[in-house]
Each structure stands twice: as structure tokens, then as C-alpha cells.
């Protein structure tokens, strides 16, 4: 674990705004892990809000819905921060808005029942790693501890913060719809010692005692990166490693992003889907740092042509994401996806432009690794295609956090090493 500086202010405090009437929106087809939704609409044809516009192909995949009533104005490849482009739905948005009204027999619904409204909902984790969530629902054995994830340890992003202080009971409502599911032993709410608006909240509701959530205690942990990591939950609280080929349930936990919770209620208390979600908008280049409710599919530019957000500056870079695991982009020409929590502008003097230099060996990327790898190992077998020999030191453990990288006196861009090293390791 390391310390990095927050730069969560001024954004942390103020209360979330909303732009949820673009005028146009585009929808990639893949927004989570697995294969890319099949499209279900034709180009021309009209859509309401929440209707279906792609359904899952295969076993890990997720629906995907209009988040506006609109026109189907084509189906192309578009600009995707990890795929460079990738098919998807363009829509141009019209006038109206859906009105949700809240559903009165979710106390009779099945568990079977809420992991399929989860799955036609197309909800996926929000904390990043969008795996469809049904499938974190439907475990294979017995869960223990399901551990919901309110750290949100990258500097500069709020939206996850904003979401407990401004809405806690829709977060708790979804958590409790989870715990019906999975009928847990135990729950832990984890949340960075930054967030005391958070804690007060939560540590009220649960002293209440008004949700049906078991054995179940709030955890305040030190702000450290990358403290919000899945596995690195799983380690603090339950003193168990989750290594490469295993997953959290292969220890009887499962971890929960509060965002994921707060959507997970919208589904099925208001039988609404994923179509929008609250976004961290940061970094020195802006005008003014905030978080906003958008509709997913929304792209960058159109926030500044309305006057959304504003440059008081060029940025030197564009990164969808937090600055340690984010993905660095071109252009204002990228959408909002489902996985997306912020996107930061930052100025010249925010990002570091030096050149690589020689590693000396000092060990700090060894000492940084939150998972005890040897990150200076990677970067010497890949600079030298030892690509048969990566395995051997465990490379598909990393979780690419970035620590090893920041940590770094020579500037070396470990992660990019690793990434590559990865996609050719045998």
C-alpha cells in the first residue's frame, strides 16, 4: 500500500449536479467483461427510455438500454477507451422522460427472481471491473462475507462518496436485496478514513436497524492505495489471498461496489436499468471540479459545448478513470460507459513528463506491490522477450494498481511493461 496525494477537493464536498438531457448518445456494444451485447434494434427505428438496444451473447455478457427516448440513428464503430473502436448504438435523443414508479412486492420476490430482474437490467460493476453482476450473484458454493466497497482509493474521485452521503438508504436497500441473495454469514461496509460525511451516515443507518442485513458492521480503513482492490478487501478483512485462476467466491466472499448497490435497488425497486450514473469530473484544467448525474452514452465534448464543464486550460492529458489504473484518451470524442466513475483533465504541471531512465535497482516498486510480486523482473524479461519466462514469477497476478509505477525514481512505465507482457506470456 502507498500514500498518494488526494486532489479529491473541491469536488468531495459539493453536492452532485445532474445533465441528463443530451442531445445525442453512443453506446458501445461492450461496457463489461465478456463478449459484446447483440444488437436488437434497426437503424431509424424509435426507442423508449429503458427499452432494450442489445441483448447477451454468451455466458458473460449484459443487456444494454436506451437511457432516453430516442431514434436509432446508426450502428457503427465508435471510440472505445480500451477497444480504440468498437461497434456501437448512436442514438439522437428526443423529447420526453420515463417516470419510474416504485415497485410494492419486492418483499415477495424470489432470489432467482432478483438475479434475473439484476441480469434484464444490464447492471454490471461499477467500481471498474464491470462484470455482470448476476453472475457475482449466482455463486457456485456457499457465501461467508459479502463485503460492500466504499473506498474509492484513487485520487481525484468522489462520485462513490457523494453516492453514500446523498443517497445511503437506496445504497442499503440494494445491499439488502444482495443479502436476500446470497444469505451471507456476515457484511462488512468498508470506507477510507476521508470519507466522514460517509461514515456518519452509514454508522447511523446501521444503528437503526431498519434493514433486513444480518450480522453486518461498518469497517473504517486508512486512506492507502490501492485499499479499495478486491482482493486486497479480502486480504485485510479475512486474512485470505485471492491468487491468479481463483475468484473472491472460490473463498466464500463477494465484494459489491456501493455504486453497484445503488443501481441494483434502481432495478428493482423502480424497475429501472443502468442508463446513468454519477461521474467525478476533475483534475486543474477544469473550470470547476465536480461530479454530475449523466446518462451513459453521453460523450465528453458534448459536456463542454453545453457548458456543462469548462477549461480554464488545454489539459496535457484526458484520463477516463483515476490516474493510477484510468486509460489515457486523444480526444473529447469518448462516451460515458457503465464502468466509467470520473474522468480526469489534467494540466502540465499534474502530469510527470520525464523520460525513462535506467533502473537502479532500489527495490521501491518491490516494496510498493500491494500483491508481493517483483515488478523490475517483469519489465527485464519483457525488454528482453523472455515472454515463457513471466509466468514463473506470477505476472498474471498483478493488478495492474500502478503502484510500482508511481513509486518509481526512474520513471519507468512499469504497468505498460506488465500489459505487454501479459498479452504475450505462454
Known amino acids: 500500500m502507498i500514500k498518494v496525494e488526494e486532489n479529491k477537493l473541491p469536488q468531495h464536498n459539493l453536492r452532485t449536479e445532474k445533465f441528463l438531457q443530451p442531445k445525442r448518445l453512443h453506446l458501445p456494444l461492450s461496457q463489461h467483461i465478456g463478449k459484446p451485447s447483440s444488437p436488437k434494434v434497426k437503424i431509424g427505428e424509435k426507442v423508449e427510455e429503458a427499452q432494450v438496444l442489445a441483448e447477451p451473447e454468451g455466458k458473460v455478457s449484459s443487456y444494454l438500454h436506451s437511457p432516453a427516448r430516442a431514434r436509432v440513428l446508426s450502428i457503427d464503430n465508435f471510440n472505445h477507451p480500451l477497444l480504440k473502436r468498437a461497434e456501437a448504438v448512436i442514438l439522437e435523443c428526443e423529447e420526453g422522460k420515463r417516470e419510474y414508479s416504485l415497485r410494492k ?91 466522514p460525511e460517509a461514515i456518519k451516515k452509514i454508522n447511523l443507518f ?8 444480518g450480522n453486518s458492521k461498518l469497517v473504517v480503513l486508512k486512506s492507502q492505495y490501492p485499499q479499495g482492490g478486491e482482493k486486497q478487501l479480502i486480504y485485510r478483512l479475512k486474512n485470505k489471498k485471492v491468487g491468479w485462476g481463483k475468484l473472491p467466491y472460490d473463498f466464500g466472499c463477494v465484494v459489491h461496489n456501493v455504486a453497484t448497490c445503488f443501481a441494483i435497488y434502481e432495478g428493482v425497486y423502480l424497475d429501472k436499468p443502468l442508463i446513468e450514473r454519477v461521474v467525478t469530473f476533475a483534475g486543474r484544467s477544469l473550470a470547476q471540479p ?7 452514452g453521453t460523450r ?24 493510477m489504473m484510468g486509460i489515457a484518451v486523444d480526444s473529447l470524442d469518448y462516451p460515458i460507459l457503465k464502468g466509467t466513475s470520473g474522468v480526469l483533465f489534467l494540466s502540465k504541471e499534474e502530469v510527470d513528463v520525464e523520460d525513462e531512465k535506467n533502473c537502479i535497482r532500489c527495490a521501491r ?9 517483483l515488478p523490475l523482473e517483469f519489465v527485464k524479461r519483457v525488454k528482453k522477450q523472455e515472454f515463457n519466462r513471466l509466468k514463473e514469477i506470477y505476472i498474471q497476478d498483478c ?28
Open 365 to 373: 516498486c518491490v516494496d510498493a506491490c500491494p500483491v508481493n510480486l
Open 105 to 195: 412486492n419486492v418483499d415477495n420476490l424470489s432470489k432467482e427472481e432478483l438475479v434475473e430482474i439484476v441480469k434484464k437490467k444490464g447492471i454490471v460493476g461499477m467500481g471498474g471491473a464491470a462484470f455482470p453482476t448476476y453472475i457475482k450473484l449466482s455463486p457456485p458454493r456457499t457465501i461467508e462475507t459479502l463485503i460492500i466497497n466504499g473506498c474509492e482509493c484513487e485520487p481525484y474521485l468522489s462520485s462513490d462518496y457523494r453516492l453514500m452521503v446523498e443517497n445511503t438508504e437506496e445504497i442499503f436497500r440494494g445491499v439488502e436485496i444482495i443479502f436476500k441473495i446470497l444469505q451471507p454469514k456476515e457484511v462488512f461496509f468498508c470506507v477510507e478514513e476521508n470519507k
Open 399 to 426: 493488478i495492474e494498481c500502478g503502484n510500482c509505477a508511481f513509486s518509481c525514481p526512474a520513471k519507468i512505465p512499469i504497468v505498460h511493461y506488465i500489459k505487454v507482457g501479459k498479452s504475450y506470456a505462454t
Open 206 to 213: 446501521l444503528s437503526l436497524k431498519k434493514f433486513r442485513i
Open 300 to 323: 465528453l465534448r458534448e459536456l463542454f459545448e453545453r457548458k456543462i464543464l469548462e477549461f480554464k486550460e488545454e489539459p496535457q492529458k484526458i484520463i477516463l478513470g483515476g490516474p
Open 290 to 296: 465536480k461530479n454530475i448525474w449523466v446518462k451513459i
